[in-house]
Structures are given as structure tokens and as C-alpha cells.
């Protein structure tokens, strides 16, 4: 059986959270002002919004008829109360009816329900969602839950939608008053953690915080659209958790992919966090990232540096038949011994990476590396079978910046890493063979 991961909802805090709503002190839809979704028009159907959650409700009015709703497998609703995906959903992409309004209303929308029972998500359909997904990249892959352990069959579905093209954007979590453990699948690398805040862009208490947290949007005092059978009027008030301050998020990047759509998925997530509007004096913070997310400022901001070759943090992602089939192609080949290449580096989120390059015969091959931050760049032999192996194979494999080609030519491996807390940086990788 698989197990289960919980969704990442507090019912408490939605209580507590309802009673300010129904005394009328929170404007309605407040947190399109905040992410600054109303100083710009939403663009048409684009780059496609993936949620992976529970059961979507077809028959909500939101979705009945919703144009651009693909349900990838048959929808379910456990009962009453399996409500979460229907608000996930219209919080991202609610059409402009004249009612309640989601971030990107004519968002491509994708759906897949993992299943809701009372234990949570079934983590091994919603792998096969996240898999599904991927298929189809880009599109923005919306993970609105989470737990406390780690489970390697999302991790791996994750991964392979990072390599396919595919951005993820999960809930941080809502254990800020439970002592604040790690939630997977958003501290894996690679995910798009989202903390949550409240109307004056505060963070919220229950929010989980962490160095792997990216970025934060509204979480407290939300109204999504939700299934009649939950509640009679079509719409719940009062929501809160970082369950609904993610799929502000994925809406945000499928938006900016859309009317930016040669970025990258790295590239998408880079806006986001450089846009974004830092809580407090320090620009970051373990509780809401490099901050709030604002769509004008991202999209007003310059094309950032590319970040290839994803997911690249180690010899199995890279070298052929190990965790990819065909690992990742050469940078550096008999006919180009030598290269450039840029890159990024991210201190929680991706610290390191490791390109596959070409050792000619009787050459000398040499890295050396310029950057804005903190770095340095190392050669791998071609035994190496991981970076973090032992000290003995550390003493065999490890080259410092050059390495010497044998009687015949073979493949090893050039590594980026930060060597400091430098937060993020952009690099400059140059390989170049030649004569002894």
C-alpha cells in the first residue's frame, strides 16, 4: 500500500481565520493586490497549470464548462469535507464570471486527483500525477501538500519533471507552532517552496520556515471557490495555510511563462525570487524567502541567467544508465574540447553542479570559474560514482582544476559549487583541453 502524505491544511486555523472574515475586515480578494496581480491583465491560455491534489469537483459552476480543464484521470470527491483541491484550483485559475476570480482566470488548467482519504494524498498516485505531468512539459506542477518524511517516489517523479522541463511549486507547510520539521516534497531541491502571510504581508505563525523555503504569497483570511456538497453557496471563506498560498504561485510563474514563453523553468523561478518583495530588513528570511511574490515586478525584470542541464547535483544524474536513462549530454565532446558555460547556483535549493565533459587523449583539460559569489570549480575522474563517496575514492577520483588524459580518451566530470553562504550567484564554467 502507499502511503499517505497530509495535506498541508490547519481546520483550526481556518476557524480562527473565518471569524475575522465574517466580521468584515478583510477586503475580498485582497491578495490579487498583494502579489501585484491587478497592475497588469492576465494573459490568455498558455503554459499549462497542473494541480495534484484531491478531487477537483467538475460540477462546481467555477469548472462546470470551464474552457481550457483537462481532468487527467476521474475525479472522486471523498465526501463533504474533500474540498481542498476545488479551492486550490479556483484560487490559481477561477474564470471571471462575475463571481470569485482566480490569479490567471484563463489559465490552461490540469487536473489530477491522488486521492483524499483521512490520512492525506496517496503519495504513489501522486507521483504517477507528477510523472503524467511531465509528459507534456513545460507547465507549472502545483503540490498543495506534504508530511514530515521523506518519500523517495515523489522525489523521483520530481526530478524527472525538473528534467523534463517542468517548474514544481509546493506548500511549505503549516507546522511553525509544531517545531518546525522539514515538509517534503517542498524542502526537496528543485521545488519551489511557498511560505504563507497575511494582509499586511506579515508572515504567518503557522507557516513553516526554513533555509529551503523560496518565496511567500497569502495564505490567511482566503475565500476560494469549493464544492456545493461543502458548502451550500459555492464558496468557502476564511481559509488559511500554505496550501493556498502556493497555487498563487504556480499561477503567477504559468502567467509570466506564458507571456515570457523562452524562458525556462529555472529561469521562471529566478524572476520570482528576484521580483520578489522581502519581508522584514534581510533579504531572506527562513519564514517567507526572498519574499512576496509581485507579477508586474517580475515581468518588468531582465531575462536572468539559464541554469542547464537541471537536474545535475551529482555523478547519477548525469552519467548515462544510472538515474536517467541517457543521463546528460556532454559539454565538451572529441570535436569541442573546449567551452563556456553559464550557470546558477542557489545555496538550499542548488549548491552544486556537475557538468559531464571530455578527456582527449594525452591532453591536458583545466576549469576555472568566474562568478558574482562565492565558488569553485573542481574536476571528477571517470571513476567517480558520487561526489560525497569516501575519503579512500575521494583520493583517487578528485582532480582539483585539471586533469591529464590517458592512452585513450574518456569521460569525467566538472563540478560548480558554492563554497560560502552567498544565497544565489551566477557563474561562468571554462573547460579547455590542450596539449601537456
Known amino acids: 500500500m502507499h502511503r499517505r502524505l497530509s495535506i498541508v491544511v490547519v481546520a483550526a486555523l481556518c476557524a480562527l481565520a473565518m471569524a475575522a472574515a465574517a466580521a468584515g475586515d478583510t477586503p475580498p480578494e485582497w491578495w490579487l493586490h498583494s502579489i501585484g496581480a491587478d497592475q497588469v491583465t492576465a494573459p490568455g491560455p498558455g503554459v499549462p497549470i497542473v494541480v495534484i491534489d484531491g478531487a477537483v469537483d467538475a460540477t462546481q459552476p467555477a469548472f462546470t464548462g470551464r474552457a481550457n480543464t483537462t481532468y487527467l484521470d476521474s475525479p472522486s470527491l471523498a465526501g463533504p469535507d474533500d474540498y481542498h483541491a476545488t479551492a486550490v484550483a479556483s484560487l490559481a485559475a477561477a474564470p471571471d464570471s462575475g463571481g470569485f476570480t482566480g490569479v490567471y482566470p484563463q489559465a490552461v488548467l490540469e487536473l489530477w486527483d491522488a ?12 507521483a504517477q500525477g507528477i510523472v503524467t505531468a511531465s509528459k507534456h512539459c513545460p507547465a507549472v506542477i502545483n503540490l498543495s501538500f506534504g508530511g514530515t518524511e521523506p518519500n523517495p517516489e515523489v522525489q523521483s517523479a520530481i526530478l524527472h519533471a525538473v528534467r523534463a522541463g517542468c517548474l514544481i511549486v509546493a506548500a ?17 531541491a528543485h521545488v519551489l517552496a511557498v511560505g504563507a502571510t497575511d494582509e499586511q504581508n506579515a508572515p504567518a505563525p503557522f507557516s513553516s520556515s526554513g533555509d529551503w523555503v523560496d518565496l511567500a504569497a ?17 464558496v468557502s471563506t476564511g481559509l488559511a495555510g500554505t496550501s493556498f498560498a502556493a497555487p498563487l504561485v504556480s499561477a503567477a510563474a504559468a502567467w509570466i511563462w506564458t507571456v515570457r514563453p523562452n524562458l525556462s523553468a529555472s529561469q521562471v523561478a529566478a524572476l520570482l525570487r528576484e521580483s520578489a518583495q522581502p519581508v522584514g530588513s ?12 509581485d507579477i508586474a515586478a517580475a515581468l518588468a525584470l531582465p531575462t536572468p541567467v539559464n541554469d542547464p542541464s537541471e537536474p545535475n547535483d551529482d555523478i547519477p544524474q548525469v552519467k548515462p544508465g544510472l538515474f536517467f536513462s541517457n543521463g546528460q549530454p556532454p559539454i565538451t565532446t572529441a570535436a569541442r574540447p573546449s567551452i563556456r558555460i553559464s550557470g546558477t547556483l542557489q545555496e538550499a535549493e ?19 570559474l568566474h562568478s558574482n559569489g562565492s565558488a569553485v570549480a573542481h574536476i571528477w575522474g571517470p571513476r567517480t560514482y558520487s561526489v560525497d563517496e569516501s575519503l579512500v575514492l575521494r583520493k583517487r577520483d578528485f582532480n582539483g582544476s585539471s586533469i591529464i588524459g590517458g592512452a585513450v580518451g574518456a569521460y569525467a566530470y566538472a563540478e560548480v559549487a558554492l563554497t560560502g553562504r552567498s544565497g544565489s550567484l551566477t557563474y561562468v564554467l571554462a573547460v579547455k583541453a590542450s596539449t601537456r
Not at 511549505?172 to 526537496?188: I, M, Q, V, W
Not at 483570511?221 to 461543502?230: F, G, I, K, Q, Y
Not at 542548488?350 to 576555472?368: C, M, N
Open 115 to 126: 486521492g483524499r482519504g483521512e490520512d492525506g494524498i496517496d503519495a504513489g498516485s501522486a
Open 350 to 368: 542548488d549548491p552544486l553542479d556537475l557538468y559531464r565533459i571530455w578527456v582527449p587523449a594525452h591532453k591536458t583539460v583545466r576549469v576555472s
Open 172 to 188: 511549505a507547510g503549516n507546522s511553525g507552532l509544531d517545531g518546525d520539521p522539514p515538509t517534503y516534497p517542498a524542502s526537496y
Open 282 to 293: 534581510q533579504r531572506f528570511d527562513p519564514k517567507t524567502g526572498y519574499g512576496v511574490i
Open 218 to 234: 497569502p495564505g490567511t483570511d482566503m475565500s476560494a471557490d469549493v464544492p456545493l456538497s461543502h458548502d451550500a453557496s459555492g
